[in-house]
């Protein structure tokens, strides 16, 4: 398989899980309550084996199975991403112990997970997070501090949390916990965003932690953050065209039925372009997605590269065919209900959410700058010259 086309099996998946979306989570996630964790959507994701498939799967798997949910049932792909988002490091990095305490529930749906980066004052720049981990003897510490636009905070059940455990080293100081929601001093409110998902801050009161806590190793956390977020990245993409594409579908339904100045409206040549542009620019952040994925799959040098260019071009696209969507169709798209009014809340969040789009141009320009570098490095090599 390339990174551009998709097997047939793939293809009926995808067909597959929207159908399911449709039937079976969206009539679930009309019942939840904005901005809160959706318990009995997670579960039937948890029956339908998605959720347990985070784990079994590739990034391919995930970016199609994020894309295929985003165009029937945003709500139901929004809580397997934030699943997966804040499980991952236990699958990726963390002890057999932690692994089979944690993982089968998540995996059914039963304990919600928490990824806890983001900071009051170390949003995009991870790497200036301040939550401190205090020494309290050996292999144990204290986290005092706060964390903020948390996925699934605060009713997750466990969450991992980043906190630095050596001042001043910048990425390298920084150690990745496993915290359970029962730790004492450990406290959470949820935030009112402008997409309802279950947002919100955690604060830490002297949280012990331990040995046993950690994931990866001391001082090393920084990896796993950035591990976790070269694989969703991509993924934030998918689900990013699998609302460009809902619109676009919408787009042609109503543009080839809406009569308008003595024919259909798809007949103006305004609009049949604007649609066609539409098209295009879905089309081709979808397969950068698909690329990116398969790099991370393959295990490709220029991950990070491709990962960030995957999510901004997608949530960019999102944005642009969204908003003329809603163009399209006028005043009924504005409407509380309507699937684009829907979409047009939803579609703004992920060019802000694990790195906006500027921090994905930097990431971008470092890793061409850095290529760059390397490559003159090994041309004013004597001996690589000879």
């Excluded at 959410?353 to 500027?358: N, R, T, V």
């Amino acid at each position: 398989m390339t990174a551009f086309s998709l097997e047939p099996a793939q293809t009926a998946w995808c067909a597959e899980l929207r159908a399911q979306a449709a039937q079976r989570l969206r009539p679930l996630a009309g019942k939840g309550e904005p901005g809160r964790v959706n318990r009995p959507l997670l579960a039937e994701l948890g029956r339908l084996g998605l959720l347990e498939r985070l784990f079994a799967s590739g990034a391919l798997d995930l970016c199609l199975m994020r894309e295929s949910l985003a165009q029937a049932c945003t709500e139901a792909e929004t809580a397997l991403a934030l699943q997966g988002l804040g499980a991952h490091p236990v699958h990726a990095h963390g002890t057999p112990a932690q692994r089979d305490r944690w993982l089968p529930g998540v995996s059914d749906g039963t304990a919600v997970a928490a990824f806890a980066l983001s900071e009051p004052g170390a949003g995009s720049d991870a790497a200036a997070l301040s939550l401190a981990a205090e020494p309290d003897g050996p292999g144990r510490w204290r986290l005092t501090g706060d964390k903020r636009w948390i996925s699934n905070a605060p009713e997750a059940d466990f969450a991992t949390v980043f906190a630095r455990t050596t001042a001043g080293a910048g990425a390298r100081g920084v150690t990745a916990f496993l915290v359970p929601a029962d730790r004492p001093g450990l406290t959470g409110t949820p935030l009112e965003m402008l997409s309802p998902h279950p947002i919100g801050a955690l604060a830490f009161d002297a949280v012990p932690v331990s040995a046993d806590d950690v994931l990866g190793v001391p001082d090393r956390g920084f990896r796993v953050a950035m591990d976790t977020l070269n694989l969703f990245r991509p993924s934030v993409g998918a689900f990013a065209v699998g609302m460009a594409q809902a619109a676009l579908d919408a787009t042609l339904t109503h543009t080839a039925r809406r009569e308008a100045f003595g024919g259909r409206l798809r007949d103006l040549q305004a609009v049949s372009h604007q649609v066609a542009e539409m098209a295009l620019r879905t089309e081709a952040a979808r397969l950068l997605v698909y690329a990116a994925a398969t790099a991370y799959d393959t295990g490709a040098a220029d991950v990070p590269k491709r990962a960030a260019m995957a999510k901004l071009l997608a949530t960019e696209t999102a944005q642009y065919v969204v908003d003329s969507a809603v163009q399209l169709h006028g005043a009924r798209a504005l409407q509380r209900g309507h699937l684009l009014e829907h979409l047009y809340r939803e579609v703004r969040a992920p060019r802000v959410y694990e790195g906006a789009s500027e921090v994905q141009r930097g990431i971008i320009a470092k890793e061409l700058y850095a290529s760059f570098a390397e490559a003159e490095a090994e041309a004013d090599d004597p001996e690589d010259a000879a």
